[in-house]
């Protein structure tokens, strides 16, 4: 089962890739297995809708893949995956609601909190006034 799903998956991420070649006009640059393929697809794409086109497509690939994979008999089938999105099926993005702050104040964050209050500004200021001081008067 493990060769299957990788199978399925190189063989839907390849005939994507190989589709957006073909929209560029890079056709040529492909593979001849993949020219193949893409052959086909029109000729489906002829008969039936675009859907069932690009499934039977990525159902013949995936086929493919399988066999080369080493994988024995023939290819059990993968769990369906949901349709591509459409243009009609998309959704607005919403931003995640904000984390509620936690409201310490001084009293609970000096006796109860587990967080250091930062030392005041003057504070440090004093303490390097005493440490110069002191190291002038050593000096002399």
Request: glycine residues 6%; aromatic residues 10%.
């Amino acid at each position: 089962m493990l060769i299957a799903r990788r199978a399925d998956t190189r063989a839907r991420a390849d005939f994507a890739t190989w589709k957006m070649m073909a929209k560029l006009n890079g056709l040529s640059a492909l593979p001849p297995e993949a020219q193949e393929f893409l052959a086909s697809y029109k000729n489906l794409l002829a008969q039936m809708g675009e859907g069932e086109a690009t499934e039977a497509t990525t159902a013949a690939i995936y086929k493919a893949y399988y066999a080369e994979m080493g994988g024995a008999g023939t290819a059990p089938d993968v769990r369906a995956r949901p349709p591509e999105p459409s243009a009609d099926n998309v959704t607005a993005f919403r931003r995640p609601a904000p984390k509620p702050k936690k409201a310490a104040s001084f009293v609970a964050a000096t006796f109860g909190g587990s967080q250091k209050r930062p030392l005041p500004v003057a504070l440090i200021f004093a303490c390097l006034v005493v440490v110069y001081v002191g190291i002038r008067l050593y000096w002399r």
